[in-house]
């Protein structure tokens, strides 16, 4: 027994051995990479950010009523005099409703497409003291942006599915800043419901805000994977939701948040703040693949150690026995992989450079396994070698499930580490199945 104790013991002090060795390759490679750059970081200081205040409705409107007197002439006779009074007013109307969908690509363009609708029932409700005329040839819809520098190719805008064309400054409503408006079509017949869609496209700056100038704003962002972005504002995203390649956030923003009603008149309040309650994403200074190699670098050993882990544990349980050199080509090939990733990611992707990386880690060491083990012993290394270097790659994606799955991994490890050392103890065991994995 105590000869069978010191052969195990051997083995595990061959595979200290070779981890010592492949730990000194792996520190250097580690150096290496840390001295390279992962990739070229965006320069913030030169981003403006970016404001959305829209769409809004500057609509002028003639007040007539008749001011009824009395007056009492020299003779002191009394008689009624009426008199026309006209008043010019300019009322500011919101939309009831607005939906912004946000498309963010990997060169940090972005389309933004506000759609939604207005209501004029307040403007065309009758008023009993009052004659109201609305100046439909002077209404313009405005579109407040901070930076208009960011635009890029041509914004696209419909009132009622038509098109219309823009012109500039937001002169009529000063307090919106910079932007553009567009007259309205002239028609007498104002349906109460009208419906329209803004296209703006951007370049991302270091920030993308909105107001919510709607009774109910909705905003739905397309983020790619890759890009270093968070929320930011007087709310958070209310939903995540995560695919292979874009992250999409949502908010429902109520309008009380913002501080000013939905329609008023210009001369008749004092004005308001109208970039209350911003919200949207900002990206972060620190670069994403950063993070990324930095998880990767920080798991490295614990990756070493698994995959020697998965030869020993073979070893054990097949009966047969490994070379010193075995353990020492298996524990390189992870330095091998991590410059292998760095090489493609000059060509790919950087998810995609991930992913043929790992496939090839696992393919060449379940290959030098099962040269020396046997044909049922790749099949075991390749399940066991995709198990724990599937949890590496969701560590980059998400770190939460890729902890966990190194946890299992190592678990189960364990326990076939355990089953392995009880039959390699056991001679009879042993000889029973040593051509079992074979």
Same mark, same amino acid.
């Given at each position: 027994?105590?000869?069978?104790? /010191?052969?195990?013991?051997? $083995?595990?002090? @061959? ?30 200081? /030169? ?54 969908? *946000? ?10 497409? @506000? ?8 403007? !065309?409700?009758? %008023? &009993?003291? =009052?004659? $109201? /005329? ?71 700056? +270091? ?24 929320? !930011? ?10 695919? =292979? ?40 200074? *620190? =670069? ?7 998880? &990767? ?42 410059? @292998? ?5 000059? @060509? ?16 060449? %060491? +379940?290959?030098? #396994? ?7 012993? #790749? ?17 980059? !994606? ?14 189960? #490890? ?8 009880? $039959? ?15």
């Amino acid at each position: 027994m105590l000869s069978l104790f /010191n052969t195990l013991s051997a $083995r595990i002090g @061959l595979v200290a051995w070779a981890a010592v060795i492949s730990t000194l390759f792996l520190m250097a490679t580690l150096h290496y990479l840390q001295q390279a750059p992962k990739s070229t970081v965006t320069n913030l200081e /030169n981003l403006k950010p970016q404001h959305i205040t829209a769409p809004l409705l500057v609509i002028p409107y003639v007040d007539h009523f008749v001011s009824v007197e009395t007056v009492t002439d020299k003779e002191g006779a009394s008689k009624v005099v009426s008199k026309d009074v006209y008043t010019d007013h300019t009322a500011v109307l919101l939309p009831t409703e607005l939906n912004i969908r *946000t498309t963010i690509n990997t060169d940090q363009s972005a389309l933004v497409i @506000l759609t939604g609708k207005f209501d004029y029932q307040t403007l !065309t409700d009758p %008023n &009993l003291d =009052n004659e $109201r /005329n609305i100046r439909w040839d002077k209404v313009q819809l405005l579109v407040g942006l901070k930076d208009l520098g960011a635009l890029q190719n041509q914004v696209k805008m419909f009132w009622n599915n038509e098109h219309l064309d823009l012109q500039a400054d937001t002169q009529v409503l000063p307090a919106l800043g910079a932007g553009f408006h567009v007259r309205l079509p002239e028609t007498k017949e104002q349906a109460r419901f009208q419906p329209f869609e803004i296209q703006l496209p951007l370049q991302l700056g +270091s920030s993308l805000t909105f107001t919510p100038v709607g009774q109910k704003t909705e905003l739905t962002l397309s983020i790619p994977q890759q890009l270093n972005i968070q929320a !930011t504002g007087v709310r958070k995203p209310q939903g995540k939701a995560l695919n =292979n390649t874009m992250q999409i956030w949502t908010w429902q923003i109520p309008a009380l948040v913002r501080g000013y009603p939905a329609y008023w008149v210009l001369d008749q309040i004092k004005p308001f703040d109208l970039h209350q309650a911003p919200f949207g994403i900002e990206q972060k200074t *620190t =670069n994403p693949l950063e993070i990324v190699w930095g998880r &990767l670098i920080q798991w490295s050993f614990v990756l070493l150690g698994l995959v020697l882990l998965v030869a020993l544990v073979l070893e054990l349980l097949s009966g047969r026995t490994l070379h010193w050199l075995h353990y020492v080509i298996v524990g390189v090939s992870v330095s091998l992989m991590y410059l @292998l990733l760095m090489a493609l990611e000059a @060509l790919l992707p950087f998810a995609s450079a991930l992913q043929l990386s790992l496939a090839a880690l696992i393919g060449f %060491n +379940s290959i030098i #396994l099962g040269l020396v083990l046997g044909g049922r012993a #790749l099949v075991i290394a390749g399940i066991l070698y995709s198990g724990v270097l599937m949890s590496f790659y969701y560590l980059t !994606t998400l770190p939460a499930y890729g902890i966990l799955g190194i946890v299992l991994s190592t678990g189960l #490890l364990g326990l076939l580490l355990v089953l392995g050392s009880i $039959r390699h103890l056991n001679p009879h065991e042993s000889s029973e199945h040593s051509e079992e994995l074979s």
